[in-house]
């Protein structure tokens, strides 16, 4: 399980392996099942925790293989997936003792960027996925200089050019040709 019992936090901090398969968590999971991606291999966390206070700070780093289609081609290809992340977890808002006071505070853990959690157990479960999903990149490509797909016969360019005729006043901005600011 991806918890951490904060008595075992020593002075040096804790460090903490974990390997888990992208099904034991819902958000990935679904992506898997709707096709967006799939899991090569299983997300491996390294993480060390060290307790400030009432907090506990968790640095680490993330690591993966997923199977993508690219978005210019639609090829399937396969990229590492990749992050270092630190989360912060409190048990309370920082700088308010009073629990009246800390119930008039309009800024909430979340807003602070914090994660709240209770007792001596850390769940590290749904901070882990939220770094999954902003691991993957914004547009998959399977490379950098990927040409695509033509827009007319659908031929993949990047397996060589296509027969199709492509006449410069098709364009959209070949109205703009004649256009005279003076």
């Not at 903490?16 to 398969?21: P, Q, S």
Request: net charge negative; glycine share 6%.
């Amino acid at each position: 399980m991806m918890r951490i019992h904060i008595e075992q936090i020593t002075e040096q901090g804790l460090i903490l392996e974990f390997a888990e398969k992208a099904e034991v968590f819902p958000v990935l999971a679904n992506m898997v099942k709707s096709g967006e991606c799939a899991f090569l291999a299983p997300i491996k966390t390294n993480l060390r925790a060290i307790r400030i206070g009432d907090m506990v700070e968790v640095e680490g780093h993330l690591a993966s293989v997923v199977r993508l289609t690219c978005g210019r081609c639609l090829n399937e290809f396969s990229a590492p997936l990749e992050s270092n992340f630190a989360l912060t977890y409190t048990r309370l808002v920082p700088g308010i003792n009073d629990d009246a006071v800390q119930a008039e505070v309009q800024l909430n853990a979340e807003d602070m960027g914090l994660i709240w959690f209770q007792g001596e157990e850390i769940n590290l479960h749904n901070g882990i996925q939220e770094q999954v999903v902003l691991a993957f990149p914004l547009k998959a490509v399977c490379k950098e200089n990927c040409k695509g797909l033509c827009s007319i016969c659908g031929t993949n360019l990047n397996d060589g050019n296509c027969v199709c005729v492509r006449d410069s006043s098709d364009s959209k901005f070949a109205v703009l040709k004649n256009l005279n600011l003076k």
